[in-house]
């Protein structure tokens, strides 16, 4: 019998800004004030057990995980879990209508209370807001942690057949690439569309988790390798994210979702579209509309293989595995985050934001036998990683180009002081897969 | 299949459920330029939302049927596109059909066309660039657009490079291809030179695109040389058949030379786009050389080898059968709408012929 079973817990809590009005959604500039919150932010923490090591998985709708938010967090559950802070993995799904900043000064403009006072107020709120994540995310794992229960684990792979990612990338005969999200993409007078220019995400892979004894698990973490965002609402949304996971939770009684996003910086879900061509109420209507579409393929996915046959395990350590660089110069180096927690032959993964999708299909095939489960996102400073190839066909992501030495990877601020560029590094992506499969492989 | 059944089945899919393959019917159809297109393309235009829609402007371009003027009047004042402001697709939209407009003499959408080139605009500098300053300049085959040409006056390499250092049109490498075409027809020695700069880009498609501008913009023997050496010194297929093609299309005495150098790669290169690219350069030389390195191509097993080679065959009686089989059983629809333009045009000449 085993002596110290393997428990899990999980529990959610609400991240919305309580002030949205003085604040604005980052990813996509706005041209309209933001009118409040659509539905709600979200973030979900899932909390193991066995032989006393404890370890976390923290999601949240978020375009990004700040730097220091991870830092501080992990800092915090070491202290009020006694959880080792490299064994939490954290994750955002990438949202872009959440991460809060002030208003610019369009913005400003058409907002009430102009002046210091109204200014006053807006960096209060986002103040207020960056504070509520961490606290929430904090409070979060706690609950889950207070709930810990006997458990086990399965993993699964559900075969996507409804159209849901798409890869956001045309290529043309020009051999460059131009991109097609939104209304798809436009074709220069005598080019010709040669086809999408990588592969499109066609498998949610998930770990389910249930109490020993019941049949359906109380929890899941899915990882989808797609951009969710639909649009550029003048709202706070948990958007396809968070509709994905109501479809999922409403099939399955009891049931918490989490939801990752994998290796997605050249992956849209823009089958969703074309968008009304004008008028806010309509496409807040549409957005919702086309979110719930989205959400209902996805768990149309998922559900049948969570409800299906599951080969359930209960591990019985939990390996990991974690690096950070940068730390020690955060103001000029960017920080690149890397980790792995092994429950029996499942890993769940932890990696950067906007990694394009062919370095996933490398990792699953450098660790053939291993269940991946991408959780990305992660903390790192974000910025593209593309193939070497898509660096020299061009698109949005390479906007910034290529940098070609160290030096071009960084850029001197108004003030003087070196600060990291947005230009993407072609070179990094095979490092990140070398580091990760020798990361994984050492559990 | 009769020619007019082959156009009809193209003219149908600009009904289908991809806007891709709705796109690529458009563009057919403008290369086969049968005004009897209008109507349909017309209707495409008026209900498409994607901004694929360009290629049916440019079809109407094509077909320069006065008969489209008012849709492309119609879609001046609402593109019927989403404005995705935070980009430049409905901008394009709106350019394509003010460049259309124009070359039917109305020149409303011009004032459109100067607000994007007073803002310094990627989208009539790049990607517009080399259209405008064409239509502007005039072929063998249309008149000089008297609308398009004090624009064209203003695209300049002053104007290109007008803009901060960082900017994508210098690093993003698919809007430097578009730089380089431009460069190209502006022509001039300082735009010759910025293209020999980018014959060392990273990107072998700024460098395969800088070789044809640069032999288009002079045909001189100084730039020969350059180009000849890029072939020797390149590692990469794509610039090598660009650079090939470069050399063919503006020196007669090297034509057989390199087009064998392009048909070798078209045989061989394990890359299908290379394949693609080398079997569409053998297409657009003249003499028709290598037509069975094209006609190989019709098996090959990457489905965007065989739509271009469908589309470099030569009107060859041999190749019917071969042509109506991809139209009829090609799982890949593209291939089929690309079949069915060469039975189109073919089967007209013939008809007209006899």
Known sequence: MNSSPFLAGVARGDISPDNAQWLTPTGMVRLLPTRGVLDPLEVQALAFETHGQRSCVITGDLRVIDPECARQVRRQLSEKAHCNPDRILMGATHNHCSNPELPGPALRAQMPEPGESGDRRCAEAVAAWTQKVIDVMVATALEAFAKLRASEIASLEALVTQPLGLNRRMRLSSGICVNQWGSGPVVPPGQKYVGTAGASPDRIGAVCIREVGTELPFAVLSSYDSHIHLYELPWFSGEVAAAARRAVESRVPGLTALYASGVSGDVDMHTAHPMPVEGEAEAVAWFQDRAAMLGGRFADALVPAIKGPLHYQRPTTIPHAFQSVGDEQPQTRRILVLGALMLGDIALVSLPGEIFIDYGRQLRQALPGKQLILIGYNGSDPYYIPTALAAEQGSYELAHGPARTPEEEMLVSPTGALVPSRKPRPGIGPKIVEELVGLIRSL | ?354
């Open chain 2, 1 to 354: 299949m009769t020619a007019d059944a082959a156009f009809q089945f193209i003219v149908d899919q600009l009904q289908d459920g991809d806007p891709i393959i709705r796109a690529d019917a458009a563009r057919l159809l403008g290369e086969i330029k049968r005004s009897h297109a209008v109507a349909s393309l017309t209707e495409y235009l008026q209900n498409e939302q994607h901004y694929t829609k360009v290629a049916g402007v440019y079809a109407l371009w094509q077909i320069a049927d006065p008969a489209a003027i008012p849709i492309l009047q119609s879609l001046l004042k609402n593109p019927n596109v989403p404005d995705d402001w935070y980009w430049y697709a409905r901008r394009a939209v709106v350019t394509s059909v003010a460049i259309g407009l124009s070359t039917f003499g109305d020149d409303s959408g011009v004032p459109f066309l100067q607000d994007l080139l007073d803002k310094n605009s990627d989208v009539v500098l790049c990607w517009y660039g080399p259209t405008i300053l064409r239509m502007a300049r005039g072929s063998d085959q249309a008149e000089p657009v008297a609308g398009l040409q004090k624009l064209a006056k203003q695209i300049t390499v002053s104007a290109l490079y007008n803009t901060v250092a960082l900017s994508k049109r210098f690093s993003e490498p698919g809007l430097l291809t578009m730089t380089a075409e431009t460069l190209g027809l502006i022509g001039t020695k300082d735009a010759q030179a910025k293209l020999v700069d980018l014959l060392t880009h990273p990107s072998r498609y700024v460098r395969g695109r800088a070789a044809l501008s640069l032999l288009e913009a002079d045909a001189s023997d100084a730039n020969r040389q350059i180009i000849s050496n890029l072939l020797l010194s390149d590692q990469t297929d794509f610039v090598a058949i660009k650079a090939s093609l470069a050399l063919a299309m503006a020196f007669e005495d090297e034509r057989e030379k390199r087009s064998t150098g392009i048909a070798r790669i078209a045989a061989s290169a394990s890359d299908s786009f290379d394949r693609a690219v080398a079997i569409e350069s053998l297409g657009l030389l003249p003499g028709g050389n290598h037509a069975d390195v094209i006609a190989t191509a019709l098996d090959d097993a990457d489905a965007y080898v065989r739509q271009c080679a469908a589309e470099a065959c030569p009107d060859d009686p041999e190749l019917r059968k071969r042509i109506e089989s991809l139209q009829q059983a090609n799982p890949a629809p593209r291939v089929r709408l690309s079949a069915s333009k060469w039975l189109a045009v073919t089967g007209r000449q013939h008809e007209v012929s006899r």
